[in-house]
Each structure stands twice: as C-alpha cells, then as structure tokens.
C-alpha cells in the first residue's frame, strides 16, 4: 500500500482540466494540471495572481469537481468533499459568538468519530485543544474571544482549528498573506515545528518565495492562467532548518530562481 | 456634567415641546376642538384612565400577537429562502410583490373573512410585519463567508451542520434587528385594522371619540399609542443589544 503511494502519491492531480461558469462566459481557470505530493510531503504552490492556485486547492478537497482529468488521494478517486482536510485561509473566518477554544474544537463536531463522543468526552477533547493552542503560543487565551485577539494570534488559532482533528492533509491557501513580516516569520517556525512533529502532508499556496523556500520540500511552480504546473523544484535545504538559513546564499540563490521563473511565466 | 446633560437631553426635548405646546394653545387662544392643550390631555386621560387602560391592553395584545406570528413564520421562511438559490428566485417576486400591497387595502378583505374584532387586526399586524424578518434572516444566511463553509464542507460537513453551526447563529444580529423594526410596523398594522373596523382597541377608541367631536379623548389615545409604542420599540431595541453583543466588538475590532 505505502509502495503504491510512492508511485502514484499521496495527492494525484492528472491532466485535470476545470473552468468556471463565468458571467460572461466560461473561465477556464486550470488547463493539464498535475502534480504529485507524497505522505507526510510539504509541497508548496507559487504563481502568478489569478493562476488558479485555490482552484487547486479545491480540486484537491473535492469542493469543486474538475471536466478533464482525474483527481485521487490516497489511490482513491476524489468525487465529493473529502471529509478529512484542514483548510486554513487568509482571513482567519473565527465565529466571533464562540471563544476561541470552541472555534478551534469546531472540526470535532463535525468530524466522525468525535462527532458521536464529542458530548460525552468534551473534557478531554478540550484538554486537547488547550494543548494544542499552548504549542503555537496561545495558552490562556481559550477562554477569550476572537476579537479579543489580534490578527496574528487569529491565524495562530485558524491553524489549531485545521490541525485539532489531526488530518492526514492540511491545505493553506496563502495563510500568512495578511501578516506583518516578524509574525509571519514567527509563524512559518509554528507551523515547520507542528509539521515535523505530527508530520501530515501539506500543500501551502503562497505568493511570498521566501516562505515556499524555506518550509517546502517541494515547490511548484504555476503558468499564468490558464494555469498548469510548469516547473517542479525540490528545496534541498537540511532539516530542520533555522530562520538563520533564510540568509544563506542558496538559499538566496533558490528564491533569485524561482523569481525569475514566475516572471518568465508572466511574460509567456 | 456635560455626560449628564447630554443624558437628560431626551427628557429635556420632551418636556420643552409639551411646554411650547401648552404656551402656543393659551396665548393663541387655539379652539380645543382644533387642538387641545397637554394638560387638557392629561385632563382627559385622567378622567377616562379605565377605558383608555382597557383599550390599551387589546392593542397591546394584538400587537404581539401579530408580531409573534411574523417571527414564527418570518423565521421558518427566511431560513427556507436562506437555504437554497432556487427557492430564492423563485420566491423573491412573489414576495416583493405582497410586501409592496398597502396592508389598509387588505383590512376590508380580512374582515370579511373574520368578522369585526381582534382577528382582523392580528393579522393585520402579523402581514406588515413578517416581511423585515424574512429578508434579514435570508441575509444572515446568504452573507456567509465562503470559505468557512469550504473549511466546513472539506470536513465532511452537511448543509444541515453548516446551517447549525454557522448559518444560524450567525443570522442572530439580523433577526435582532429586524425585531425593532417589526414591532413598530405591527404596531401600526393593529391600529389601522382596529381604526377601520373593530370593537375594541385604541384604533377603535380613538375613531369613536371622533366621530363623538371628544378632541381630549382623541389625543389622549394618541398620547397611549405613542408611549405604547416606545415602550415596544425600546424592550426590543434592548433585547437587540443585549444578545448579539459579539456581532458589534467584531465588527469595531475587525475594523481595527
Ligand atoms: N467562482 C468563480 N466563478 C468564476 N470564475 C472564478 C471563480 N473562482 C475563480 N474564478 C476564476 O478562476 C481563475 C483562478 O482563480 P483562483 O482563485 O484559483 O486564482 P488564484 O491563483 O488563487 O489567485 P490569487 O493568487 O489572486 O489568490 C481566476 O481567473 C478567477 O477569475
Ligand atoms: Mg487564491
């Protein structure tokens, strides 16, 4: 079973082919698609605005079902809503009416089987939640609410909330976006820190190279839209890798790289 | 000082605009029969104080029972239309459509059907007021953020967890809203059925005065539908404030 994984991954997209009802007209957003993730793979998606990398994003979770092409995970064909994904965006979407411990606790009403022994267990799955929060810096504030909170520490709680039913993949679609540069740099070490520790598959769509560089295995690399991977870019840094890294040459060299290949797909 | 001031400004408004009124009636030597002055109104809700009392009551209780049964059926319709696109077109005309209906032109009709009483008037009130109801509820449902719901459905959620969970607690500030608004318009829905055709109630006390030329009594029942009705207007302007607390701090910090 793992062996067959190797071969086809754990995120299959093929050739996959998907256009919107668009006002006036279709819009074709994705055209051949593929790409592959592995188990336990941090893949990262970059590309220029309007390329379809969230279009992407929903393919994989089944929210949007493509015309060509096929989409698995898992070795399984995706034909619905996957069930199992975390998602995290830009905007941290808390409800405002819950604290933030029911927020992040929210997946497990939803997700079976904690769904069914949700009520009963609900000391110990908020145990769980208060732990979680404490590991990306948030311990003491399960209690307050959203608003309370400031955009950072928001984000910090969006990701709790994807990650709280322990998913096999996590999808972030440019999760950091709206942060300043110092919380953004302080999250990507949140986020490096939980992936190796609980090691899920992520694919993270992002505009900034910095941040695909330094937490991605492998970067893909997007066509303008119609949008189609181009290129695929394996990081070779050593693990686990520091902020410091960000600073060295190759580091540098890869992100100068990666530049220039969007701005050769821009112009194309 | 100024804090207070500005607090007791209500109060002071009020009392100034009785005090202009009393001085214009004496000095301008106005006929009362035209317009009679406060304290003669209040000479008047003195002396008929039990059948003002009485009237009071019946429009009161027509008016809330209008009112609960546009919440009722406000509520259950706003979230049918909230919860699917295709009843939405399909009901959307339809409802404007009704709501753009006079409900005066509606009262002979009722009273036809029901006879004259407090009938007529319930439902007068409950069919100019559901309206608000229905479009804010449909709205809270309709306003949801698309990507909590793919956050959601990529959880394996259904459209009834998304309504439970999200949908509906979120359409709580709009409902709350659109109680203020309801209540005054069944308000105004009871007393035009009860001043058209009804054996009881302010509407009907106040035509009666009229047509009798009791000008005091006239205005004295215009003095109890206005207290009435900033009475009703206040409990649910509170309410409102009260319970959706959240959606007021995330709005001011989402701004900050
Ligand atoms: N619901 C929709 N209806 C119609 N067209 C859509 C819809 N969603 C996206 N599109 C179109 O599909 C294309 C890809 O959109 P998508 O959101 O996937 O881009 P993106 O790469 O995520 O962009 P960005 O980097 O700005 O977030 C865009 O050109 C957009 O206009
Ligand atoms: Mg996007």
Known sequence: MDEAQGVTGFVAIDGVTLAYRGASGPVTALSGASLKVARGEFAAVVGPSGCGKSTLMKLVTGLVRPNQGSVALEGRAVDGPVKMAGMAFQNPNLLPWRTVLDNVLLPLEIVEPHRRRFRAEKAKYRAMGEQLLSTVGLDGFGQRFPWELSGGMQQRASLCRALIHEPALLMLDEPFAALDAFTREELWCVLRDLWQKIGFTVILVTHDLREAAFLAD??????ARPGRIVASRTVDLPRPRELAVCYEPRFTALVHELRDKIAEVRQA | MNATLERLSPLWFTLGMFLVWEAACRLLKIDPFILPAPSQIAGAIAQYWRPLMRHSFVTLWTTVAGFALAVAFGVILGLIVGWSRTIYRGLYPVMIGFNSIPKVAVVPILVIWFGIGEVPAILTAFLISFFP?????ATGLATMEPELEDVLRALGARKMDIMLKVGIPRTQPYLFASLKVAITLAFVGAVVSETIAANAGLGFLMAQAGSNF???LVFAGLMMLAVEGIAMYAVFALVDK???????????????
């Open chain 2, 242 to 256: 009260r319970m959706t607390r959240w959606a007021f701090r995330s709005s001011l910090s989402a701004a900050g």
């Open chain 2, 133 to 137: 109801v229905v479009v804010n509820v």
């Open chain 2, 214 to 216: 009791q000008m005091p």
């Open chain 1, 218 to 223: 492998t970067i893909h690399v997007m066509s």
